[in-house]
């Protein structure tokens, strides 16, 4: 799978939005953009997926760059609930099997 | 409820000991996995399994062992063999096939070696 990079660390404020930025400029065609949050001392969760468009669900919001070598995941008001570590994962969904790699990802810090 | 119900969470063991950590799923998922997880770091994966009877090694699995008898169930062991045991351990479960699989993961098992 092509390697993303993140920030190690970001501070938001409660109530404020948050823009998680992913760099990833060797994804392929057939790379999907994964993003899970980790909470202290949990297993990761999902949280949003997208290919070429944005997509909003209950959780968050994926903004795909048009040359998709760039994705932001935004959370648009950040809650005490919301810190945790931020993976952004790519996986190739062509035929036949691949496991998703979580680098450090980025600890989201959130002061009330 | 449906999930991943790991156990022990927190497991204490001597060094040269064998030590299974019990994964177990109620999701009717074919595939699951077991990552590593060392402080600050990312995930790495050790072994996963898409199908019963059927696993295969992931980026770190030496010193650990697998086996994948049912459906539900996926233990894993960790063998005097493996040099830096202490770590915190998490089972994932997904659908198998091609497409996007979302992985549900379980609460993770804690293991100190002393």
């Known amino acids: 799978d092509a390697k993303t990079t993140q920030p190690n660390s970001m501070e938001s404020n409660e109530e404020e939005p948050v823009h998680l930025p992913c760099n990833h400029s060797t994804i392929s065609g057939t790379d999907y953009i994964h993003w899970y949050r980790q909470l202290p001392s949990q297993g990761p969760e999902y949280v949003i997926h997208g290919l070429t468009s944005n997509v909003n669900n209950r959780m968050a919001s994926l903004a795909i760059a048009e040359d998709r070598k760039s994705s932001t995941l935004i959370l648009h008001r950040a809650t005490l609930r919301d810190a945790a570590v931020y993976y952004c994962?790519?996986?190739?969904?062509?035929?036949?099997?691949?496991?998703?790699?979580f680098g450090k990802g980025t600890m989201l810090l959130v002061s009330p | 409820d449906g999930g991943i119900t790991q156990s022990p969470k927190y497991l204490f063991r001597k060094e040269g000991q064998n030590v299974t950590l019990s994964c177990e799923q109620n999701?009717?998922?074919?595939?699951m996995y077991w990552y590593r997880q060392d402080p600050g770091q990312g995930l790495r994966l050790i072994y996963y399994s898409q199908i019963v009877n059927d696993f295969q090694k992931g980026d770190i699995a030496e010193g650990y062992s697998v086996s994948r008898e049912k459906k539900e169930s996926f233990p894993l062991t960790v063998t005097s063999a493996q040099k830096n045991p202490t770590a915190f351990y998490l089972c994932?479960?997904?659908?198998?096939?091609?497409?996007?699989?979302?992985?549900?993961f379980g609460e993770g098992s804690r293991l100190t070696v002393l």
């Open positions: 999701l009717n998922h074919d595939a």
């Open positions: 994932a479960s997904s659908i198998a096939g091609t497409g996007v699989r979302e992985l549900f």
């Open positions: 994962i790519l996986r190739s969904e062509l035929p036949g099997y691949s496991t998703l790699t």
